[in-house]
C-alpha cells in the first residue's frame, strides 16, 4: 500500500493549523505521517502542538524559515512517505474518504506519478467545487484547471525535477507543474480539499498571476494565447469582485458552467 506524507507549513495563525489537523485526524485511513513546519515569529503553535496530545503520526518543525517555498521543500525533504500531500494551513481534506481514494488510485497504478482532483472554493461569493484533468497544451492558464490543495505527487518526481523556487513568492508551485508536465498522472473525479480563501495566492490573486506568466515564458517562451488568458482572469478577478459579477456567477453556476 502506498504510503503519505503530508505537509502543512503555517506562520502565526494558530485556528487555521487547528483546522486543518482536524481534518488530517478525520481521515478513515491515517497518513503515514503529517509534518507541520511552522514559521511562525510567535510561539502560540509550537505550545499548542507540544502541549496537547497529537496523534503519532504528527511531527513538527518550528523555526524561522526564508518563504513558503523553503518552508515546502523542508516538508519534502523531511518526508519519508512514497506519495508527499502539500495541506497548507487553513486548507482542509474534503471528507474522511480523501486518503483512501487517493492511496487506492496510486496503488491501482504504480507507474503514476502525480494525480488532482477537484476543489471546495469560493468564487463570487459562493462555494463552488472546480477542477479538470490536466492537460499541458493548456498549461498557459495557470492553475486554473489543477489546483495546489489536491494535488499528490511521489517522493521520486521531486528528486528528478527539484524542489520548490525559493525566489519565486506566489507561483512556485505552477513553476513546479511546469517542470513535472510530462510525468504520468491522472485526474480523481471527486473533491478532494477545502480552499483558504484568505492564502497568500488568492489575497495577493493578481501578484500570483503576473509571476505564473513569468514562469511560463521561461519553459516555454512567449504565447499570445498567455497573454489574452491572463486580459480575461484580470477582467474575471475585478468583475467577481462587484455586485453584478456575483450574480452573473450564480446564473453561471446554475446553468453548470461554473467549472469552465
Known amino acids: 500500500m502506498s504510503t503519505i506524507?503530508?505537509?502543512?507549513?503555517?506562520?502565526n495563525n494558530l485556528e487555521e493549523v487547528i483546522k486543518t489537523c482536524a481534518s488530517v485526524d478525520a481521515q478513515g485511513v491515517k497518513p503515514f505521517e503529517h509534518i507541520v513546519i511552522d514559521g511562525s515569529s510567535k510561539e502560540d503553535i509550537r505550545k499548542y502542538l507540544?502541549?496537547?496530545?497529537?496523534?503519532?503520526?504528527?511531527?513538527w518543525v518550528c523555526e524561522r524559515d526564508k518563504g513558503i517555498g523553503d518552508a515546502?521543500?523542508?516538508?519534502?525533504?523531511k518526508a519519508k512517505g512514497e506519495i508527499v500531500y502539500?495541506?497548507?494551513s487553513g486548507d482542509t481534506i474534503y471528507d474522511a474518504t480523501v486518503l483512501q481514494r487517493v492511496q487506492d488510485t496510486f496503488d491501482k497504478d504504480p507507474q503514476l506519478m502525480w494525480c488532482n482532483g477537484k476543489l471546495?472554493?469560493?468564487r463570487g461569493g459562493i462555494w463552488v467545487l472546480v477542477g479538470k484533468p490536466?492537460?499541458?497544451?493548456?498549461?498557459?492558464?495557470?492553475?486554473?484547471?489543477?489546483?495546489?490543495?489536491?494535488?499528490?505527487?511521489?517522493?521520486?518526481?521531486?528528486?528528478?525535477?527539484?524542489?520548490?523556487d525559493n525566489d519565486i513568492k506566489y507561483a512556485m508551485d505552477y513553476d513546479f507543474m511546469c517542470r513535472i508536465a510530462n510525468e504520468k498522472n491522472t485526474f480523481i473525479n471527486y473533491p478532494l480539499a477545502t480552499f483558504d480563501p484568505?492564502?497568500?495566492?488568492?489575497?495577493?490573486?493578481?501578484?500570483a498571476m503576473k509571476e505564473?506568466?513569468?514562469?511560463?515564458?521561461?519553459?516555454?517562451?512567449?504565447?499570445i494565447l498567455q497573454t489574452l488568458w491572463g486580459i480575461r482572469q484580470t477582467m474575471l478577478h475585478y468583475t467577481l469582485q462587484s455586485k453584478a459579477g456575483k450574480i452573473l456567477y450564480r446564473i453561471k453556476k446554475g446553468l453548470g458552467l461554473e467549472n469552465m
Not at 506524507?5 to 506562520?11: E, P, V, W
Not at 507540544?50 to 511531527?59: E, F, I, L, V
Not at 515546502?72 to 525533504?77: D, R, T, Y
Open 5 to 11: 506524507s503530508i505537509i502543512t507549513i503555517c506562520f
Open 50 to 59: 507540544g502541549h496537547n496530545p497529537q496523534p503519532a503520526y504528527r511531527s
Open 72 to 77: 515546502f521543500n523542508k516538508g519534502v525533504l
Open 86 to 88: 502539500l495541506l497548507n
Open 120 to 122: 471546495n472554493t469560493l
Open 134 to 164: 490536466f492537460e499541458k497544451r493548456k498549461l498557459y492558464r495557470g492553475m486554473r484547471a489543477v489546483f495546489h490543495p489536491t494535488m499528490y505527487v511521489k517522493k521520486e518526481v521531486y528528486k528528478r525535477h527539484g524542489l520548490y
Open 198 to 207: 484568505t492564502g497568500i495566492s488568492s489575497v495577493n490573486y493578481l501578484k
Open 212 to 223: 505564473s506568466h513569468i514562469v511560463y515564458r521561461k519553459y516555454y517562451g512567449n504565447s
